[in-house]
């Protein structure tokens, strides 16, 4: 089973739903595929002195000038510009790469070989409570994180609740993050910018055919347009979690709120329950 | 020799554009016979690379040099490789201006920094 959290807006809350969900639900395995900023290690802490470390690579062209005859056919293939055909030489725009494979299927001279370059690290380990947690990052100055998203996805396991922290808004990483989901979680905020941002949202998750249920994260802030929108549109609301100091509290210590909250143990259960119930039924809210 | 300028106008008097791969048009301006075209920029639109696109046309038309804002890093490669000049068109507001201080020799070239993320 997979369930992933997002948003369309950034700080909405994908960290404390998905934290929180993985903490109080058996059998599960939180992943953290926000890999330009991953931050739900910090809250859902695995033990530091038993990390696995993996290098995640790309593999990107070379060229070789030998066969090469600047024909210009695999530059006018890439559509993410990361060859340019000059003078002399056809120039590899590296962190431009998407590592499709594509360029060296298309040379009619068999001039090019690919190389595997590192561009981030997946790091796994157990939290005290032997709960696995696994999350990606990607290095400074890379552009895309999705063939590290990638390389998560084919490590999860069927038999496990796979909990996925998606990266906000609705591109190529979020896309790669949510694909292949049982149930998206949507988090947003009762405030113009995330009801705005969760529009885009609605309109990839019902492209993608994934049922979803929202979750109103500090409830109380802002207007009602975020319930207006859900009304008018169909939506269920599956959870609200109120804007309250103690739990803003709790969140700026490093902690999982519902740890210190019992009640809300509770709700997290109940959430869990609201969502493989509407798995079931699969037709909701896409 | 060609000049390219990079500008959203289509004549002499047309205002700079404040890009250089996404610039809307380039005018070309030829100072053998002082006469100019204008072509669209058709790599405006690249999802990314649009620089290195750009360089690509100016290739294509011929163009010796091209007086621009700053230039990208990738496209600063790209001028590199095609063996085209940039120099920034520092306070010009027009395409006439920008020449005209060129042509003075007021312009300052734009060459790549020895360091950076660049790696091509």
Known sequence: ???TVLSGKGGTGKTTVSTNLAYNIDNTHLYDTDVEEPNSHLFYKPVENNLKIEKALKSVPVINNEFCTLCGKCSNFCRYNALLTA????????????DCGGCAHVCPHGAISYKDIEIGQIITGKTQYQKPITYGLLNVGELSGVKIIEDIKDTISPDVINIFDAPPGTSCATHASVEDSDYAVLVTEPTPFGVSDMKMVVEMLRNMKIPFGVVVNKAGLGDDEIYEYCEEEGLEIIMEIPYSRNIAKLYATGDIFSKNMPEYQEKFQKLFEIITTNMR?????I | MKIAICTIGNDLSANLDDRFGRSTNY??????????????NSAKNEGSGAGGKAVSLLNENKVDVVLSPHVGPKAQTALEAFGIKAYHYGEAKT???????FKAGKLQEIVKPKSGLRKA
Do not use: G
Not at chain 1, 281 to 285: D, E, G, Q, R
């Open chain 2, 27 to 40: 005018l070309i301006f030829d100072d053998e016979t002082n006469e100019f075209t204008v072509i669209e």
């Open chain 1, 87 to 98: 003078k002399t030489k056809v120039l590899v725009f590296e962190e431009s790469c998407h």
């Open chain 1, 1 to 3: 089973m997979k369930i």
């Open chain 1, 281 to 285: 039924s699969n037709s909701k809210n």
């Open chain 2, 95 to 101: 395409v006439k201006e920008a020449l005209d201080a």
